[in-house]
């Protein structure tokens, strides 16, 4: 029988994270603050983040950073995640390419987001914080979140996008069943919501003005952190257990990829997924290419400006080196919300600026094609924002076949889509549009 997927025993889960910030001979520049146009420091970023995490996001040196063992162990509940060697979608294709997945659809809350949610809440509860708060798209940052302030004893309020907390019910469940508190954004509950609710009345909400809002909580809350699910370079960081333990199981199935690719909102899964890889390109010269596949309706890294911007949009967070749209970019209202976010890591962004990696932007209808060949191919419905890694898999893919090349395709299934339904009853229905 031909092998499908390839497992890792929990002995194997890695004991350090990859900080590909020391192997980069361009370093990313630094973040500012926006007043004194000074470099942000550990204090500053230890305002609101916690400290370790403020100390990880600056660590431009050390290559390896442990794991704590509590952190593993609550990996170990559902890492190491399998690798799937995807014969259904290449029988589908009739591709000569071997496509290989990373499946981070298996942890309990269904996505790669907890990941980083356990270390971020860890490192709270280790520095003596009661309360986490965040912002949250589709819900599945949130709901990580919610779990593992629940396992850390942490209690945790999320601000979610309005127009998600209205469509995605079941998310919002999800967080309220781990015992989250959970405000539609923007709300009358902070200055930034305010303001925001007093210009736009009918504001449907924005990653970025939910993080102005979980922002100001931690800021005017004594015992309160504030934690993010993408974009920073420690939660990147955090997201190399993926491509670490890919790396180990491509070499179980005697191969390497020639292409990597993972959809992209503020980078953390891409560069879960390739950063490990990257370090032989980096160091090695390795010739492998790492694909970002990001919608159509916001093009950050296709069509976005290298710049200094917000994180947010009322301006709080310092000033970040990143490929953006503008800090107060609305998109349109896709499925993926998830990959709603105006800018791009400073990381993603040093790298894509010195051409190591490369970007393509998908359409709406493009992905649900996509997403469903693949469910019926592999019998896994992928999350909305998943479907813009597949769409680009498949892309490869048939190029190989055009070209008669037996490459090997590795992306990173980001998540499931049992909790999105609702948007594949719209395709099903014929009423999605491509939204751009
Ligand atoms: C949040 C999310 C993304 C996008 O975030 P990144 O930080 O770019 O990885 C992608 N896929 C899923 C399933 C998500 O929940």
């Known amino acids: 029988m031909k092998q499908k997927l390839y497992f890792l025993p929990e002995s194997e889960i890695p004991t350090q994270w990859y900080n590909i910030q020391a192997d980069m001979k361009i370093k990313p520049q630094p973040m500012l603050d926006p007043v004194t146009r000074k470099p942000v420091t550990v204090e500053d970023l230890s305002r609101i983040f916690s400290v370790e995490c403020s100390k990880q996001e600056l660590n431009t040196t050390d290559a390896w950073i442990d794991i704590p063992e509590e952190v593993r162990e609550y990996y170990a509940y559902y890492r190491p995640s399998p690798l799937v060697r995807a014969y259904g979608l290449e029988k589908a294709l009739d591709t000569p390419a071997r496509i290989y997945f990373k499946n981070e659809s298996v942890s309990p809350i269904g996505s790669h987001k907890l990941n980083s949610a356990l270390p971020q809440a860890y490192y709270c509860k280790q520095e003596g914080v009661t309360n986490v708060t965040t912002e949250t798209g589709a819900g599945q940052w949130g709901a990580a979140l919610s779990y593992a302030s629940r396992l850390f004893g942490l209690e945790c309020a999320v601000y979610q996008v309005k127009i998600s907390y209205q469509q995605k019910p079941y998310r919002r469940n999800i967080m309220q069943v781990f015992g989250a508190q959970v405000t539609p954004s923007p709300s009358m509950s902070t200055r930034a919501g305010k303001d925001i609710l007093t210009a736009f009345p009918n504001h449907q909400g924005s990653l970025g003005t939910a993080i102005s809002e979980a922002v100001e909580l931690a800021r005017m809350t004594p015992g309160c952190k504030y934690t993010l699910g993408s974009t920073m370079s420690h939660v990147s960081l955090h997201q190399t257990i993926i491509g670490l333990e890919a790396e180990k199981q491509m070499a179980l199935a005697e191969d390497y990829p020639d292409v990597v690719i993972a959809c992209f909102g503020g980078g953390s899964n891409f560069s879960g997924i390739a950063f490990p890889f990257m370090r032989h390109t980096l160091l090695e010269g390795k010739k492998t290419r790492y694909i970002a596949a990001e919608p159509s309706a916001c093009p950050k890294l296709t069509q976005g400006e290298f710049t200094y911007d917000f994180g ?93 090349q037996a490459e090997t395709i590795l992306f990173n299934l980001s998540g499931h889509g049992l909790v999105d339904m609702a948007a594949y009853d719209q395709y099903l229905s014929g009423n999605l549009v491509n939204c751009d």
């Open 312 to 404: 947010d949009e009322a301006g709080y967070t310092p000033l970040i080196p990143m490929f953006s749209l503008g800090h107060n970019f609305k998109p349109a209202n896709i499925h993926a919300g998830g990959l709603r976010y105006h800018g791009a890591g400073a990381i993603v962004s040093q790298l894509m600026k010195d051409g190591i990696m490369e970007a393509a932007d998908v359409k709406q209808l493009e992905t649900f094609d996509a997403g469903l060949l693949f469910a019926k191919a592999e019998g896994i419905i992928p999350a909305p924002e998943s479907c813009h890694a597949i769409a680009v898999a498949i892309r490869e893919a048939n190029r190989c076949k055009e070209n008669g």
